[in-house]
């Protein structure tokens, strides 16, 4: 697949086919994402690839925490609640999501399921788990590094026919996913990665999200 259609054509997969994927083709698509630069090569991530039953057991420790109402806990900050130009974004791609499933604004069991859904990671076959070496924790070029290796590793995917859906909601119960991955406290988690292939019946999984211009985006200094 030409970089172009990979970077044009992926977009975040939420409804898997219920196939494997052959633990070689994670091990190759991980081996290309690690091309990714780091600061000073320092390659701060670690990579949990969980499947079968640990994944089925963070399933179920994720429904049943966050139905029971406990508070999220994850490890990496989040900032303010979004406002703005941000907030408008996040309700836009959230309204694209929401009218491709038919769910109603109004529908709070639907909505709720919806949630769920991502707890479950999506009922994909594969999750990845993003960790990094604590040790690197106060430095901001650690999660710069951990995006840039998560972008490679997306779109590797993708170049190969699987889909994935970075996420954080496969992670806000933390206690559970590093019990049931077996995550070692030098480590930080940091972000999860929902992997299959994508269930082209699943309506959200056509969803095309917006971007801004690269007017919006960019300035240009000194060209003219
Ligand atoms: C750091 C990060 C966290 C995300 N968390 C979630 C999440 O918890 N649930 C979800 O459904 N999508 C999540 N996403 C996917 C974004 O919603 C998605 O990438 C964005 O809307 C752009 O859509 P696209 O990936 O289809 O281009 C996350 C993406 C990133 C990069």
């Given at each position: 697949m030409?970089f172009?259609?990979?970077m044009?054509?992926?977009?975040?997969?939420?409804g898997?086919?219920?196939d494997?994927?052959?633990?070689?083709?994670?091990?190759?698509?991980?081996?290309?994402a690690?091309r990714?630069p780091?600061s000073?090569n320092t390659?701060p991530?670690?990579?949990?690839?969980?499947?079968?039953a640990p994944?089925d057991?963070?399933?179920?420790?994720?429904?049943?925490?966050n139905?029971?109402g406990?508070?999220?806990?994850?490890?990496f900050r989040?900032?303010?609640?979004?406002?703005?130009?941000?907030?408008e974004?996040q309700i836009?791609?959230?309204?694209?999501l929401?009218?491709?499933?038919g769910?109603?604004?109004?529908?709070?069991?639907m909505r709720?399921?919806?949630v769920?859904?991502?707890?479950?990671q999506?009922?994909?076959p594969?999750?990845i788990?993003i960790?990094?070496?604590?040790?690197?924790?106060?430095?901001?070029?650690?999660?710069?590094d951990?995006?840039?290796?998560t972008?490679a590793?997306?779109n590797?995917?993708w170049?190969r026919g699987?889909?994935?859906?970075?996420?954080?909601q496969?992670?806000?119960q933390s206690?559970?996913?590093?019990?049931?991955a077996?995550i070692?406290?030098?480590q930080v988690?940091m972000?999860?990665?929902?992997?299959?292939?994508?269930?082209?019946?699943?309506?959200?999984?056509?969803?095309?999200?917006e971007r801004?211009?690269v007017?919006e985006a960019?300035?240009?200094?000194?060209?003219?």
């Amino acid at each position: 697949m030409h970089f172009d259609d990979v970077m044009r054509g992926r977009r975040s997969i939420r409804g898997y086919k219920p196939d494997p994927v052959p633990r070689e083709m994670i091990e190759e698509i991980l081996a290309l994402a690690m091309r990714s630069p780091s600061s000073m090569n320092t390659q701060p991530w670690n990579f949990h690839v969980i499947t079968g039953a640990p994944l089925d057991r963070i399933r179920a420790g994720n429904t049943e925490r966050n139905l029971a109402g406990i508070p999220h806990s994850r490890e990496f900050r989040i900032g303010q609640p979004f406002a703005g130009v941000h907030r408008e974004r996040q309700i836009g791609v959230a309204k694209q999501l929401f009218s491709a499933m038919g769910i109603a604004r109004d529908d709070a069991a639907m909505r709720q399921d919806w949630v769920m859904r991502g707890f479950r990671q999506f009922d994909a076959p594969v999750c990845i788990i993003i960790s990094y070496d604590r040790v690197l924790a106060d430095s901001d070029d650690t999660a710069f590094d951990c995006g840039a290796v998560t972008n490679a590793l997306v779109n590797a995917a993708w170049s190969r026919g699987l889909g994935c859906v970075i996420n954080s909601q496969g992670i806000m119960q933390s206690p559970v996913v590093r019990e049931h991955a077996g995550i070692p406290d030098d480590q930080v988690i940091m972000k999860a990665i929902a992997l299959g292939w994508p269930d082209d019946d699943f309506p959200a999984n056509a969803v095309v999200s917006e971007r801004k211009p690269v007017h919006e985006a960019a300035r240009f200094v000194g060209f003219d």
